[in-house]
Each structure stands twice: as C-alpha cells, then as structure tokens.
C-alpha cells in the first residue's frame, strides 16, 4: 500500500436495502455502476444500520457511537455539537472534508465537522419530527401513510429528483476543485443522495429500464394482526396500512418505482466515477458506498424502515480501491459505527487519540484479508416513529435476537432462514444462544432508563416546537431561500406530493 495519505469519496444513498442489489443477491435491479464498486471492490456481506431512521443513523454513523449513548432517538433529535465526528478527526489529520447533500443533522450545528456544504437539507433540522410515546402508537409526527405506496409511479419530475440532481452536481464540482488544489492535502468528500427513499416516484426514462410484468413481489406474504410481534403491529398503525388496501399490483408498482430510483442513483455514481477517472484521481481514492438504512419494500405487508428484519436494518458496505484492496468478500457482521475508525486507521494507522470512547471496530484489516479482529458483533436500537418504548436487536454469527419494548423477543438464525420466518426464541435448543445474545443486549443497557429518559428528551422538544412553531429553521443554507425549499416543517410526504409533476390525485384510506 502508498504510503500516501488516500482521498475518500464516500456515497451514500437513502433507504436502501442491502437485498435490493445484485451484489447482495437481487437478479432484478440495474445498478452497473454500483455493480462494478462491488466486483472490483470488498464487499461487507453483513453491514447494518445502528438505528433503522435517517436522522439518528448518520449521527451514529459519524461519531462511531450507538445512538442511544449520544441522545439520537428519532428524525427530531438534536444531534449536539460536543460529539468529536468523524470530519473531525480527519481535519486533524490535515483533510478537506466537505459534504454535498443530505445528512439530517438536527439543532444548530449543521456542519458537524465538515468545512463546506455545499447544499441545503431536504428535510427540517428542527424539533418538527418529534416521536411522542403519550399519543400512543398511531401517532404519525410526518403524518406518513400508505399514500406514497399506492401514489408509486413515473413522473415527468420529482423532488427527490431535483435535489439528487443538485447533490451530485454539487458533488462532481467539488471534486474538480479538489483536484485543481495541488498542495498536498488529501480530501473526504461526502455526497449524500435522497433517493431511493419513499415515494417510490423516478422518471420515465428509469421506469422503462424494467418490464413491469416482470417485478417480483415481496418473498413473504402479509401477516395477520395476530402474527405480528409488538414492534410491527404498531407500525402496521403508526403507517395507517389498516386504513389503506394495498394490492399486488401496488406493491409491483413500488418496487418497480424502487428500481427506477436505484437505476438513477446508479447514474449519479457513474458520473462521480468518472470525474475521478478523468482528474486522475481515481488511483488514490477509496470510493466507500452504503445507505442509512433499507426498506421494507412490503415484506410481510411492512414498509419503510423502523424495525430490525434485514431488508430494513441491513444496508450495502462496499469499499472501493482496487490498486489497494483485491476484490474480497468479508461475512462477519459489521454495521455503520464502524466508519468512522475504519476511516481514520486507513488516514492514519495506529492513530489512538479518540477523545471519547467508540462502539465501532476498524475493517481496515479485513480489506487486507484479515478479519480475525472482527468481533462479528453488531447492535441496533430503536425508539423512532412506530415505537411507544425503547427497543434493541443484537446480531452474532448466523443469530439475530429482537427485544421489542419488553412486550416481545424474536430470535432468528439468518443464514438458515434468510426471510426471517422461523422465529426461535422460544426453542430449548435455543435457549443458550439466547441468553448469550441477551447478555449482550443488556450489557449497561437499562431499558427502564431509556423509557423515562427518552420520554423526557420527547416532552422537552415538543414543548420548544410548540412554542416556537419550527423558529429557527437551522436548516442549513446555500441560497437565499434555501429556508423554503425542499421539506420544513410540514410532512414529507404531502409536501413531496405537491412537487412531483404532473400532480397526481392523493391516495385516500378507505
């Protein structure tokens, strides 16, 4: 290896399960860029979010911390500026590190780190979103719905097109004048896409890339009420699906939309790709590609993220460096916290001076082939929207455990029974692998503790936005009415239905 310092471009697209690329065994999706970063590239076979929600997994992800432990419980948390990130710890070591797109850091600080955005938020940055347990599970703060499933379609425009378009302008100009700096200084630069979160919406020329009648419809059909754990039936309310139908047809048409959404992030990464090849960059860049989350994408009737099953806590890990890192696949189960010493050991390696202590584990040894250091250990909280108490998963091995609220345990063995269907918690021929894996859960984890202190995180920033009705906005801001554009307060999925073009009629309960 050089042992010149190496560029990062770090990609990340938005609600993207894992199980909906090819290099994670999905035959439908065409994605040949994201294709080609994993043939060429290591791939993390077992990477996963450590919060199922877009706000708190990026902040976990950037401070190499579970989210609890930093006070990231749902789409609303402030994300404090006392938490060293890693923009941080890169700047130390004498990096540009620089950010276009999306993020969802909520409060004040919008940089986290970073020394430039170059674009505003899409959604709001305020206290707008905050989860309320008293309201109970039907409480919907984004007021989401089944409508953007059933709305899933092609348009001429959308808004996740307009801002995905801006990012990865934004993004390719960034690295023309990173590679027109000739001073030495190597770069982290993050371009962070929206899509292909919901509404399942992308234009005509992606559509067609597929032949409708030959989308495939989620493995494991719709569950009865009573065949639900506690964590998905209150999803099943909190999402409205009990006021909506949802047919075959709808879940074709989402996941065909899906697709589309991926074929087009797909374009946007080629594009990046290509500056690199043509500034010569290329050759000392680590290309780094993941989401925050999965999707649903109607497995067992379920939709969006917000809970542990795998296609929506289970995210794409693929490092990219082929004059670095032979093509390699690495099993052990790794998840998002592991970014940021991952990031520094190949900047710095041995660096020791983390001014507060991580949960994440550095995979630079794995890129090389050497995974032993790998604890093959991974955990994901939950307290966003759906939930009405703490919950948490563990994944060890082949084994993933679910403790949902108190109310219910799931134990599955993945590798057997990949669809999550088997549940075995309560098997004597388990019951060892269970409590080893609840001995892990539990290990200074208290969910009495995190029941009264996320209940009172939730009271002290419903009031604030009461209050002050979204003022500031905190958003972060390029142009002079970055204020107004995109998501603020309202919720994403009427305003996301207002900008779509043309304008379809919205998707009513029955």
Same mark, same amino acid.
């Given at each position: 290896m050089s042992r010149t310092r190496p560029n990062f471009l770090f990609i990340q697209a938005d609600q993207l399960a894992a199980r909906a690329l090819r290099a994670?065994?999905?035959?439908t999706v065409k994605a040949p860029n994201i294709d080609r970063l994993a043939t060429q590239g290591v791939v993390f076979d077992c990477c996963y979010c450590n919060l199922p929600m877009c706000g708190p997994s990026r902040a976990s992800m950037h401070t190499g911390q579970l989210p609890f432990k930093i006070g990231m419980y749902d789409n609303a948390s402030e994300f404090h500026a006392d938490i060293p990130t890693l923009a941080h710890y890169l700047r130390s070591l004498d990096y540009r590190v620089e950010l276009s797109g999306k993020m969802h850091f909520v409060g004040p600080d919008q940089l986290h780190g970073y !020394?430039?955005?170059?674009?505003?938020?899409?959604?709001?940055?305020?206290?707008?979103?905050? &989860?309320?347990? =008293?309201?109970?599970r039907e409480y919907r703060p984004t007021n989401l719905t089944m409508a953007p499933v059933l709305e899933s379609g092609p348009a001429i425009r959308t808004m996740q097109m307009d801002y995905d378009d801006e990012v990865a302008y934004h993004g390719r100009q960034a690295l023309y004048d990173l590679a027109r700096k000739h001073d030495g200084r190597p770069f982290f630069l993050a371009v962070s896409f929206t899509s292909p979160h919901s509404?399942? &919406?992308?234009?005509? !020329?992606?559509?067609?890339?597929?032949?409708?009648?030959?989308?495939e419809?989620?493995?494991?059909?719709?569950?009865? !009420?009573?065949?639900?754990?506690?964590?998905?039936?209150?999803?099943h309310y909190c999402q409205a699906r009990h006021r909506?139908? &949802?047919?075959? !047809?709808? /879940? /074709?048409?989402? /996941?065909?939309?899906?697709?589309?959404?991926?074929?087009y992030i797909d374009e946007k990464v080629g594009q990046l790709l290509d500056v690199l090849e043509k500034t010569g960059l290329s050759g000392n860049t680590i290309v780094i590609f993941t989401a925050d989350h999965g999707e649903m994408m109607g497995e067992r009737g379920m939709w969006f993220k917000q809970h542990f099953f795998e296609w929506a806590a289970s995210v794409p890990f693929v490092v990219h460096a082929p004059d670095r890192f032979a093509p390699a696949r690495v099993a052990q189960n790794t998840s998002l916290v592991d970014l940021?010493?991952?990031?520094?050991?190949?900047?710095e390696p041995g660096f020791d001076d983390y001014a507060?202590?991580?949960?994440?584990?550095?995979? %630079?040894? %794995?890129?090389?082939?050497?995974? =032993?250091?790998?604890?093959?250990? &991974?955990i994901s909280e939950f307290a966003a929207d759906g939930s009405t108490g703490p919950s948490r998963m563990v994944r060890k091995g082949p084994w993933k455990l679910m403790w949902l609220e108190g109310e219910d345990t799931r134990l599955y063995n993945v590798v057997d029974d990949p669809s999550e269907t088997t549940d075995r918690s309560t098997g004597a021929d388990c019951a060892e692998i269970r409590a080893d894996l609840e001995a892990i859960l539990f290990d200074d984890w208290d969910p009495d503790h995190w029941r009264k202190t996320i209940r009172a995180s939730q009271k002290r920033r419903l009031a604030i936005h009461k209050i002050t009705g979204g003022a500031?906005?905190?958003?972060?801001?390029?142009?002079?009415?970055?204020?107004?554009?995109?998501v603020r307060n309202a919720g994403a999925a009427e305003t996301k239905a207002r900008a779509r073009l043309p304008m379809v009629a919205a998707a009513q309960p029955d």
């Open positions: 994670y065994g999905n035959a !020394e430039r955005r170059h674009t505003t938020e899409i959604y709001p940055a305020n206290f707008a979103w905050t &989860v309320d347990w =008293s309201k109970g509404p399942f &919406v992308i234009g005509q !020329e992606y559509w067609d890339l597929y032949d409708h009648d030959q989308i419809l989620p493995a494991v059909a719709p569950l009865a !009420e009573n065949e639900m754990d506690h964590l998905s039936r209150n999803l909506f139908t &949802v047919t075959d !047809e709808h /879940r /074709r048409m989402a /996941r065909h939309g899906y697709y589309g959404m991926i074929s940021l010493p991952t990031l520094v050991d190949l900047a507060a202590p991580l949960d994440g584990t550095s995979l %630079a040894g %794995a890129l090389t082939g050497d995974a =032993s250091g790998l604890p093959d250990t &991974v500031p906005t905190y958003v972060n801001l390029v142009r002079n009415d970055d204020a107004q554009r995109y």
